[in-house]
């Protein structure tokens, strides 16, 4: 458009600059009078290929893109995940998008659109408000049966009377150990029972933190060690706290030979965005997760915090020497990458040994992405989403030195937990990624083609604010969901 511009204005000041020619001197009258058609000619075709140029652009992504995207936020998925002051069917739309609402700070765009744009507007947002309307399930799931594209999954209650479960693993002879928010331990014996587990840390159970996700070792049956995170109060400052992690070993119902490997720094008195998730890779690195801590335009960029960062440390907490940043001045040596918001789910890609991870974006932008060495992912120069009220952080959602996720979900589902399948019980299943839904309340099949998902599946629908998911050493899945708190074990039958 503006080429096309500077080339019209070019014409002009050549024609009147013709025209002056002509003036002094008649002689050249004729042929002046053909260049001057000729070029008249050019203008008009030039000014037709602007029009058609202006057309091309006119879509409604574009239109949203231009005057809208600047206070929604540049994904219409994002902006119609709300609810609607003044309604949300298509005359409602229309409405707003003609008259708008000036006192709600929102200007009226009837003479900036045609009435045929304003209409296939409200086709585009409409078709993101069905796409919000897909995760929102009908009805209560009470007999434990659900169908699945492939298979019939029936639910077997191995936990019951809990409150918020937050993490678990497993042990030898069908025995679980799970973390309950508000600062319990438990281990779940082989006939159903839970005994509580003495000599865990002081934990703060304050707003999103508690005790959180636990590990054991990957040679846990010769050394026993397990990891436990935790918030973690200020020894300094009660009002502070922050995520910190544990390892320690079981005798009987007590946790003994406690060491804490990791502190997470700084302290903070916000109560949110702690992660925290852990996983080992197979070479026996401890990986884990810290969110921003709510300082989201401080921490994740930069090196000099733990916060906003996915850490990689050895077993015992000290710092592997290939490690991104072990030799930058001033940052924090554990960090394996950053530019991470809250990330609640890790889990190992048993096909190829990569450490997996997925966030809670803002609203909209959920992710999912693959760790990988000093990369930079993004938060928060860019993202898919918005902030919670409905204004705009960033307007971009790519930048050439930052990592795009491996998918993002618009809306928002609230993504906890993470594991891979790494047997052959569900079939086809094998090797998919399970997500699951604190705010749908469901799980999320995902199938994964040289690290792309190809297909997505909704599952469990209803279940619950759906925690933690992982896989047993018997293959089968295990979710965990709270408020109330329950542990299902999955068992698959065919569906015909």
Same mark, same amino acid.
């Given at each position: ?48 290929? =602007? ?38 069917? =298509? ?101 159903? =029972? ?104 401080? /921490? ?57 991870? /997925? ?90 083609? /040289? ?10 629908? /209803? ?34």
């Amino acid at each position: 458009m503006k080429i096309y511009t500077m080339k019209i204005r070019l014409i002009v000041l050549l024609v009147a600059f013709l025209m002056m020619v002509l003036a002094c001197n008649q002689k050249n009258l004729e042929p002046a009078k053909e260049e001057v058609t000729e070029i008249d000619n050019v203008v008009k075709e030039d000014v037709t290929k =602007s029009n058609v140029s202006v057309a091309d652009l006119r879509t409604p992504e574009a239109n949203y893109g231009e005057f809208c995207g600047s206070c929604h936020g540049a994904k219409m998925d994002a902006f119609v995940d709300r609810r609607w002051k003044y309604g949300n069917s =298509s005359e409602a739309l229309a409405k707003a998008i003609k008259f708008g609402y000036e006192n709600d700070g929102m200007p009226a765009y009837d003479v900036t659109f045609s009435e045929q744009e304003i209409n296939e507007l409200v086709q585009y947002i409409q078709k993101g408000i069905a796409n919000v309307d897909l995760y929102k399930f009908d009805g209560e799931q009470g007999d434990g049966i659900f169908e699945t594209e492939e298979l019939i999954i029936k639910l077997d209650t191995i936990v019951s009377g809990m409150n918020q479960p937050w993490g678990m693993t497993f042990l030898a002879n069908d025995e679980m150990l799970i973390t309950e928010k508000s600062g319990t331990l438990f281990k779940r014996l082989s006939d159903g =029972s839970l005994n509580e587990i003495k000599g865990i840390p002081e934990v703060k159970a304050i707003g999103q933190g508690g005790l959180m996700d636990l590990e054991i070792h990957p040679n846990f049956e010769k050394n026993g060690w397990i990891y436990v995170a935790y918030t973690k109060p200020n020894p300094e400052n009660a009002e502070e706290v922050t995520t910190a992690v544990v390892r320690g070993k079981l005798s009987g119902n007590n946790f003994v030979e406690s060491e804490e490997i990791f502190v997470a720094l700084p302290y903070s008195t916000k109560k949110y965005h702690f992660g925290v998730r852990m996983e080992f890779d197979h070479e026996a690195y401890l990986f884990l997760s810290i969110g921003d801590r709510g300082s989201r335009d401080v /921490n994740p960029q930069n090196l000099d915090n733990h916060c906003g960062k996915i850490h990689r440390i050895n077993d015992d907490g000290s710092i592997p020497e290939d490690n991104p940043f072990v030799n930058t001045a001033g940052a924090m040596p554990s960090i394996f990458t950053y530019g991470n918001r809250n990330p609640q789910g890790l889990a190992l890609n048993p096909a190829d040994g990569s450490i997996w991870q /997925n966030e809670h974006g803002p609203r909209g932008g959920d992710e999912i992405n693959i760790v990988k060495k000093g990369l930079n992912y993004g938060w928060p120069t860019i993202s898919y989403g918005i902030n919670y009220n409905g204004t705009v952080f960033t307007e971009l959602t790519e930048n050439e030195d930052m990592e795009q996720p491996v998918m993002y979900w618009l809306p928002s589902i609230g993504v906890c937990g993470m594991t891979f399948v790494d047997s052959d019980k569900y079939g086809n299943w094998q090797n998919n990624v399970m997500s699951g839904s604190l705010r749908f309340m469901y799980l999320e099949r995902a199938v994964v083609v /040289n690290d792309e998902i190809i297909h997505r599946e909704k599952i469990l629908e /209803n279940i619950g604010r759906l925690r933690v998911v992982e896989v047993g050493p018997n293959g089968y899945i295990y979710v965990g969901v709270e408020e109330p708190g329950y542990i299902f074990k999955l068992i698959p039958q065919a569906k015909f």
